[in-house]
């Protein structure tokens, strides 16, 4: 058999065949680079909608404790805004996918671990800060005297039974939720930069 | 800026290129399509930065395995599942097989093993397969050498 000439006779029987459906240039992309850049728009929107209604509330509440929390919440979520905004917008902008193999794999394959990372450390301080405010509310609403309710010891105690179950709880749910996303991804594309860097 | 029209253009007189690249690692026709308009977009998305120093087919070569090579996997996209015991009895009286031969021999390789015959077979020399892969030309020859020894015990090719 001769290598090229069978290729060649290939191509014109079963590779040259049009793929099915309506050709165009479409808006989305499923690419795992555009999905985050998709995702960080969505965290970007959820941020503003959570800073208002946080804004909101910190006029509603007239407690200093609940005041200072609250205050504190909308300093991380300005922060968390800019951040996710930032990243949103340089998600894409060096994406090689016109550079070599290597490159766009080592890109593609860093930029995705680095994203998880992000999205780890946001989990870690975030949902934590935003329980304990969410919990200084809910007491402030339902004693009327936030002041004293955190005085009692028992109080503090639950607080810091939630800060301590929801820090680990958040960051291994973000974790598990990134790995069932994009574990297949990561682990395929480290197979391919071991595949190409082989010597052989 | 250039245009769409101009894009399309050069899509449609090398569309041909995508549709191997797909065939090649692709099974199911949903996910052909899928891949097919992934790469349209991404080229679409890059063709601002052809600069015109490649042929647009190279090119579009690099963008479209670049594409399928970091695609977010499903399970029927990529991987292998033909049976390929079959080859093992093609010969030279089989010649009618010949071409469903080679294709599922290629389809067994690894991915980039893939891409590496692809462009082998399309013509293209190690150095340009190199600048395609990011590798170096040796590296590429070393690899081709490996690859066409692994073709041919699978086709049973003489010489």
Not at chain 1, 114 to 122: G, K, M, P, T, Y
Not at chain 2, 64 to 76: D, E, I, M
Not at chain 2, 83 to 89: I, M, W
Request: proline share 3%; with cysteine; aromatic share 12%.
């Amino acid at each position: 058999m001769d290598l090229l000439e069978t290729w060649q006779k290939l191509e014109r029987e079963k590779l040259s065949k049009p793929v099915e459906g309506a050709v165009e240039i479409r808006k989305t992309s499923r690419h795992p680079v555009e999905q985050l850049k998709a995702a960080y728009m969505r965290t970007t929107l959820f941020s503003v909608f959570f800073l208002a209604g946080f804004i909101v509330l910190f006029f509603l509440f007239e407690e200093p404790l609940v005041k200072v929390g609250i205050g504190f919440v909308v300093g991380v979520y300005v922060f968390f805004f800019v951040v996710n905004f930032g990243m949103y917008r340089r998600v894409g902008m060096d994406f090689p996918v016109d550079r070599n193999l290597k490159d766009a794999l080592n890109h593609t394959y860093s930029y995705i671990t680095e994203n998880i990372r992000f999205q780890e450390r946001a989990a870690l301080f975030l949902y934590p800060i935003g329980g304990a405010a969410g919990f200084m509310m809910g007491g402030s609403v339902g004693s009327g005297d936030i002041n004293s309710m955190m005085m009692k010891p028992s109080v503090l105690i639950l607080l810091v039974v939630v800060l301590v179950v929801m820090t680990p709880l958040c960051f291994y749910l973000t974790r598990w939720m990134y790995k069932v996303s994009y574990g297949k991804c990561l682990s395929d594309l480290k197979t391919l930069i071991e595949d190409l860097e082989r010597p052989n | 800026m250039p245009s769409e029209r101009e894009f399309t253009s050069l899509i449609d007189q090398n569309k041909g290129i995508i549709y191997k690249v797909i065939r090649l690692y692709v099974r199911d026709p949903d996910d052909e399509q899928d891949l097919f308009q992934e790469i349209l977009f991404q080229s679409w998305k890059s063709f601002a930065h052809f600069k015109g120093e490649s042929k647009f087919s190279t090119w579009l070569y690099r963008v479209g395995l670049n594409t399928v090579l970091t695609f977010k996997r499903r399970p029927s996209l990529v991987e292998n599942h033909e049976d390929l015991s079959q080859l093992n009895v093609i010969s030279s009286e089989r010649k009618g097989e010949e071409t469903e031969a080679l294709y599922l021999a290629i389809r067994e390789l690894g991915e980039i093993d893939r891409m590496i015959i692809l462009l082998h077979l399309e013509g293209y020399e190690n150095e340009e397969i190199a600048d395609i892969a990011g590798l170096l030309k040796g590296h590429i020859g070393v690899k081709l050498h490996r690859i066409k020894k692994v073709l041919k015990n699978k086709l049973r090719i003489e010489g």
